[in-house]
């Protein structure tokens, strides 16, 4: 393919502005049919005062619309990408991104030089996309682990905090990046990794920005986000560190023929290593449905956070640098010109020859769904943080509505992220509203939703040992045959509140790929497998998940 060939929004000349994306046109018929002004105008007005003590049986939560995005993107900014502000904010508008948060590695460039740079052009985009909201965030090399996304609400101080917290806190900056077993400076880490969000938790609460966020970014691929950390990142400020990426970006690691005989969905192609928590067994550290262990496994990690009565929510996302089948190149250096001097790669160039790529563009195979009830910023932060999200992979799903309510009892209910106070023995539906795909996805699939799985775990709080990874109260408890249904139907489930305390959450897939899940059939008699090395066609396995719903019962 030619530069003059190229889509509009694959070339950085073009301005996303002079687009027609999908997602203006999703945005407006939602106004058209109301659904906008009826979410908006009840905000958090909708929602009925608790009693005194907490305890009065019931919950309502407000009308919600959903907006989609990724939390998780890499530009010029980051020094192992290559592709311009204008070419993924133009994808992302094609794809019907509604919302975006440009999330660059952590360097000496580019904290030096690169995150103020950066800004200018996040201004711009602004600018010139004022129907997508697009958000400046760091991938931060959290002490003694991994990676997280952190991002703010756009303000005067948004760059300023951004850039303070990588100098202070982060782990590549200051060799603070060991935390195996062995390491002598591990338990230093660790508590960096916890004041580092303690911190960010403060500039919230003195208002120095308006909002912030963290999130951890493919918590398994290398094995080394122990559970105890995992514990201790969320407790240290929950209303700050959110969740996980239930599944990792590089969805188009394993295409066949693609990257080689080996190559896994998400670049989970790790073995463990001195600084692998030695708990995990070895199978964690790869994808199973092209989602993470920790959340694919019925009754593991994730499960075990939840089974302790407090959301952590889980996500999806591109992780954009290098974009399966494209033709751009990075561009060549000025003569003595390197990142660390300039914080900025050169502007990618067009070549007729694929090049090297394990990613999809954002929002052409990973979306995160996010429900709002009003448009902007803090609106969708809010939602996050409310954990009212879903995530689909391969647009399996236009739409998805949840809502638990107690039988005979008037009202909306409960929904994704939110709490039902109900007593002991009383009767629930969960309603489960589904809006089929009416579309081909990008691929050129129509994808078709063949089941929907209902997971239940029992609430049993705090747990003694951090480091479990297991809920062994969790299991699917039903599986709906949804196979050829088409449109919007709503599933009625009913449920039962027992002695104590419980949470349900969903999951779904196309029924393409399916087996044991790994606790056992008993647990999850059909859940997401690993797929053979090298043979993992991310469009042949698609699956949706869905937060959870927590239910309160009272003297559970």
């Known amino acids: 393919m030619t530069e003059q060939q190229l889509p509009a929004w694959a070339d950085p000349s073009v301005s996303p502005a002079a687009l027609d994306p999908q997602g203006v046109s999703r945005r407006g018929l939602l106004r058209r049919a109301g659904l906008f002004g009826a979410a908006f105008a009840l905000g958090s007005a909708a929602v009925p005062a608790r009693a005194a003590d907490g305890r009065r049986p019931g919950g309502e939560d407000p009308r919600l619309a959903y907006l989609v995005g990724d939390h998780h993107i890499h530009s010029v900014y980051s020094h192992d990408a290559k592709y311009t502000f204008s070419q993924l904010a133009a994808a992302g508008a094609t794809y019907g991104l509604d919302w975006m948060v440009f999330t660059e590695h952590s360097n000496f460039g580019h904290a030096g030089f690169g995150a103020a740079l950066e800004h200018g ?51 590549k900056l200051l060799a603070y990046d060991k935390g195996g077993p062995a ?38 691929r290398l094995g080394i986000d122990s559970p105890h950390e995992m514990r201790n990142w969320r407790d240290a400020a929950p209303e700050i560190m959110i969740g996980m990426e239930g599944a990792p970006g590089a969805q188009g690691a394993a295409v066949p023929g693609l990257r080689g005989a080996d190559s896994i969905r998400g670049e989970y192609e790790n073995k463990p290593s001195a600084q692998s928590w030695p708990g995990y067994p070895a199978d ?111 647009h399996l799903l236009d739409g998805l509505e949840v809502r638990l309510t107690r039988d005979r009892v008037r009202g909306r209910g409960v929904t994704l992220g939110g ?86 959450r969903l999951r779904g897939s196309d029924g393409k790929r399916n087996g044991t899940g790994y606790l056992g059939a008993s647990v999850d008699p059909h ?30």
């Open 419 to 504: 709490r039902l106070r109900v007593r002991k023995g009383e009767k629930l539906t969960l309603n489960v509203t589904v809006t089929t795909a009416s579309r081909r996805n990008p691929q050129g699939i129509l994808p078709e939703l063949a089941h929907v799985d209902v997971i239940r775990g029992a609430v049993r709080g705090p747990v003694s040992d951090r480091d479990t990874w297991k809920a062994p109260d969790t299991r699917v408890v039903r599986t709906q045959d949804v196979s050829g249904r088409t449109g919007t139907y709503t599933l009625r489930i009913p449920l039962s509140a027992g002695e104590e305390s419980f949470y349900v």
């Open 183 to 220: 390491d002598a400076d591990t338990a230093r880490n660790e508590a960096h990794a916890v004041k580092a969000i303690k911190w960010l938790a403060q500039q919230r609460r003195s208002g120095y920005v308006d909002d912030v966020l963290v999130l951890a970014n493919h918590p398994m």
């Open 121 to 171: 052009e996040i201004l711009r985009a602004r600018a010139e996309n004022p129907r997508q909201l697009i958000f400046q965030g760091l991938e931060w090399y959290i002490p003694a682990a991994e990676h997280c996304t952190v991002f703010t609400a756009p303000g005067p101080h948004e760059v300023d905090v951004l850039t303070r917290f990588e100098r202070a806190y982060d782990g």
């Open 527 to 556: 859940g997401p497998v690993p797929h053979a090395p090298g043979d993992g066609d991310p469009w042949a396995d698609t699956w949706f998940y869905s937060n959870p719903v927590f239910v309160d019962v009272e003297g559970g």
């Open 284 to 394: 964690a550290l790869v994808t199973y449905g092209g989602f993470d262990w920790a959340t694919a496994t019925v009754g593991g990690l994730w499960d075990s956070m939840l089974a302790e009565g407090r959301l952590f929510s889980v996500t999806t996302n591109s992780d954009a640098h290098r974009i399966v089948f494209d033709t751009w190149r990075n561009g060549e250096w000025q003569p003595g010109q390197t990142f660390d001097s300039t914080g900025k790669l050169p502007d990618p160039v067009n070549t007729d020859t694929p090049q090297p790529g394990s990613d999809f563009w954002p929002g052409q195979f990973s979306r995160t769904h996010v429900g709002v009830t009003g448009h902007g910023y803090r609106a969708v932060m809010a939602g996050m943080r409310a954990g009212r999200v879903w995530l689909d992979h391969g």
